[in-house]
């Protein structure tokens, strides 16, 4: 066994010498929760604020684990033959032994972080390409229709409705979409600035729309796009009854989010 191969990490319990097994939480080392008032971020603490800490379910975690080493295995595979390497010839580029990059691959052991940069120098892909395919990376909301979160304003306006469609949370948070609707008469209309941009989409009837110095005719259909930080709102509702959907984009979390149009 060569000297990387004791970073391949087997399918072992806590007890074996020489190796790390899969752990459980109560094990030295756990992570102990972040609370609201650890980060600097106003936007993280209003995220952190609303988390509840969460027990690890053991079983949970074995599936999870398990998926995680047959998708690391899948990708260290697929890359190797892309390339046209043998099991041997990677195993070489990266002084592992033949038997553990098998394994590996086969998910009978779990790749180290180190082996997982080896890995990512000999195959020219980043490590995150690794675990491409794995469910968990990913969030997904699902909104039926009429189930939005209807949203109060401090002044609101007889006949005005604004519903939020969901919004992903922490750093993958970059979209706030809203359904609004008009179905009276409103006189004025105040003008709004934020970060990020916005995407306007007439859903149905029609109005003018103020973007900076220009104004814009929306009718079932049209879309408006425009930087947020240039001052914009309805000017006129020209036929009742309107409803549009308003798509805020943000670069990143600290982008200040503004209120709905």
Partial sequence: MTASDSEAVGHTTASDSGAVGH???????????ITASDSADPYLRTVLADAEPARVDEDDLEHLVDDLGEVVGDRVREFRTSLHLTVADL????????????KVENNRASASLSTLARLSVALSVPITAFFRGLDEEHEVLFVK??????LTQDRPRPGASYSSLGMLRG???RMEPVLISFTEPVEHFPLYQHGGSELLYMIFGAMEYGCGRS????????ILQFQGDVSH???QLMRLPITFLSIKGYGNVRDQLGPST
């Fill in 23 to 33: 752990t459980t939480a109560s094990d030295s080392g756990a992570v102990s929760h």
């Fill in 91 to 102: 195993a070489d580029r990266i002084g592992m032994s033949k038997a553990m990059l098998s």
């Fill in 145 to 150: 229709a009429g189930q939005g979160l209807r």
């Fill in 171 to 173: 750093q993958h948070q």
């Fill in 215 to 222: 104004r814009y005719v929306l009718e079932a259909g049209d």
């Fill in 233 to 235: 709102g309805p000017t």
